[in-house]
């Protein structure tokens, strides 16, 4: 599935959605002009063309999201990360450390997330390699 793109109107409204689905449009309508000030119109518009993208379901009236929040933010950082660090996500890390000062608590989640990271990276090459040597040995005639 390719990478859903919500613009920050959009995302503001799946805020929403998130905290309340399943919910009935009429719902939302009513929660989006408390939160948001938009017109009914809006909200419909804006539930019509996120479904239109596979973002959302509307049946029978009833709104649920098919796209996860942490898709979604994750579709905006690979987006950041490729328009304004080419792609390099050293050089993102660097520029949000240089003008934003970590807690101890931040720098430990954040090099336990690394450490998590290489030990199943450790663990998925380990895998592939053992499956090439497989199939090197059976394109050899070898046996296992």
């Known amino acids: 599935m390719s990478r859903p793109k919500v613009f920050e109107s959009e995302y503001r409204?799946?805020?929403i959605l998130w905290e309340?689905?399943?919910?009935?449009s009429g719902e939302l309508v009513r929660l989006?002009?408390?939160?948001?000030?938009?017109?009914?119109?809006?909200?419909?518009t804006v539930i019509k063309r996120l479904s239109a993208r596979?973002?959302?379901k509307n049946e029978n009236s009833v709104v649920t999201?098919?796209?996860?929040?942490?898709d979604i933010q994750a579709a905006e950082i690979d987006e950041l990360v490729e328009k304004k660090f080419d792609g390099s996500l050293p050089a993102f890390v660097a520029a949000f450390t240089k003008h934003r000062k970590l807690s101890e608590k931040e720098i430990d989640a954040v090099q336990q997330m690394i450490d998590r990271y290489r030990v199943l990276n450790r663990d998925d090459n380990t895998g592939d390699e053992k499956d090439k040597k497989e199939k090197h040995m059976d394109s050899e005639g070898g046996h296992r």
């Not at 309340?20 to 009935?24: L, Y």
């Open 32 to 44: 989006c002009g408390e939160q948001l000030g938009w017109k009914p119109t809006t909200v419909y």
């Open 20 to 24: 309340h689905e399943p919910v009935g």
């Open 13 to 15: 409204f799946c805020l």
């Open 54 to 56: 596979g973002i959302l």
């Open 65 to 70: 999201s098919l796209v996860s929040r942490d």
